[in-house]
């Protein structure tokens, strides 16, 4: 009796002695599949991270390889590279000699190289937080670099990475519907108004019909100046008086580009009012109306930002993106004291495309941006 009851209990105690070892060996797999699980997780990021990588590589290739062939395919296009690269002649100057200044009697790649290479990053206005990411990248690609070409050739492309990828051709067309239109913003005398002229030489070129609005009815000059550019340009103009509503001026500007059958309509707005808060008001207002009148306009809020105000340019670009919602940006004035650098740094904190930049007061000083062009010409 007593017997069977010690036996009975040792029995007990063994099935869950095993009862525990299986729970542990169930436990031990699961672990296992995690990790695995894991590993391929991993795996495939890094799988994407390469194909990503490749894909970035094979477009600057081409792009290369495209400007190398330029001069004879394309002479007016080599004409603008060249007065891009002279435009931008102090960046390159800095960029240039200093780089090569770095390499000189084949330094060995250090941590005083790297410093004093981040230190010509800022010196081009590239912006502490870009340049911090951009020797990041640097840093971890440093085992395979030994040459000043080699580290321009890196320090070119994680330039160009910078920029987001354009969705469409920097020169395209304006989409459909029509009117197309393009709300012009920006602080004053960064060369909205000037920036808008040149759009609309550059679209009645192209055989479209361009209206502006003269939204930016905070000064008599400015309504003036606007009707210049468009006499210039060859496109119709929607005007108020001096110190009218800037929002029944772009309501009127839409509803004539409508029943003019417009192609683009350009609205020209202020960049000062009495106070910073009733300007991003006011922009509201007028990006508000537009809508009511056409819905799914402005199809474009284009910001323009002068390029030799630095590092200043960001914070402005955040101040209005917040109040109307930017979906491209121009800068302006890059044949100026501007030093190229800001170019990359906005984009590269703004994710924003930047569509245009200027390079001189007249009409034809207005380039369609490409960004391996552009990086291109800061290095040659
Ligand atoms: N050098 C140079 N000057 C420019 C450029 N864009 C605009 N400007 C000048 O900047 C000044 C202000 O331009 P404006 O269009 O009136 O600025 P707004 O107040 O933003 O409308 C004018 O003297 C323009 O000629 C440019 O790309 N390069
Ligand atoms: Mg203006």
Do not use: C
Not at 140 to 149: E, F, H, I
Not at 339 to 367: F, N
């Amino acid at each position: 009796m007593v017997f069977n009851l010690f036996k009975r209990k040792n029995k007990q105690k063994e099935q869950e002695a095993l009862k525990e070892q299986e729970q542990l060996k169930e436990q031990e797999r699961l672990r296992e599949q995690e990790r695995l699980e894991e590993q391929e997780r991993l795996k495939e990021k890094e799988r994407i991270k390469e194909q990503e990588r490749l894909k970035e590589e094979e477009r600057f290739r081409k792009q290369e390889e495209s400007n190398e062939r330029e001069p004879s395919e394309e002479p007016d296009k080599k004409g603008l590279f060249r007065r891009l690269k002279s435009g931008l002649t102090k960046t390159r100057d800095v960029l240039n000699t200093d780089i090569n200044d770095l390499f000189k009697s084949s330094r060995k790649i250090d941590d005083d190289l790297f410093d004093e290479l981040e230190e010509v990053l800022i010196t081009a206005d590239l912006g502490m937080d870009i340049t911090m990411e951009m020797m990041d990248r640097i840093r971890k690609q440093a085992g395979r670099l030994s040459t000043a070409d080699q580290l321009k050739a890196v320090l070119k492309k994680e330039l160009i990475a910078l920029f987001p990828s354009p969705s469409t051709p920097a020169d395209a067309a304006p989409a459909l519907p029509r009117p197309h239109v393009i709300m012009v913003v920006g602080v004053n005398g960064t060369g909205k108004t000037t920036t808008l002229g040149k759009l609309a030489a550059r679209f009645t070129r192209k055989n479209q019909k361009v209206l502006i609005a003269a939204a930016d009815t905070f000064r008599a000059a400015a309504i003036e100046q606007v009707g210049i550019w468009a006499d210039r340009a060859g496109a119709s103009i929607v005007r108020h008086k001096q110190g009218a509503d800037p929002a029944a001026v772009a309501y009127d500007g839409v509803e004539a580009a409508m029943a003019r059958k417009m192609d683009v309509l350009l609205i020209d707005t202020a960049g000062r009012l009495h106070t910073q808060k009733n300007l991003m008001e006011e922009l509201k207002k007028i990006k508000r109306t537009v809508e009511k009148k056409m819905p799914g306009a402005p199809h474009e809020v284009l910001m323009v930002l002068d390029a030799t105000t630095g590092q200043n340019a960001i914070s402005q670009a955040k101040m209005f993106h917040e109040a109307v919602n930017l979906t491209q940006l121009a800068l302006t004035k890059l044949d100026g004291t501007a030093k190229g650098g800001i170019v990359a740094a906005v984009a590269g904190t703004m994710h924003l495309p930047i569509r245009y930049i200027g390079v001189g007061e007249s009409m034809d000083d207005l380039q369609a941006f490409d960004a391996i062009q552009f990086v291109n010409a800061l290095f040659e």
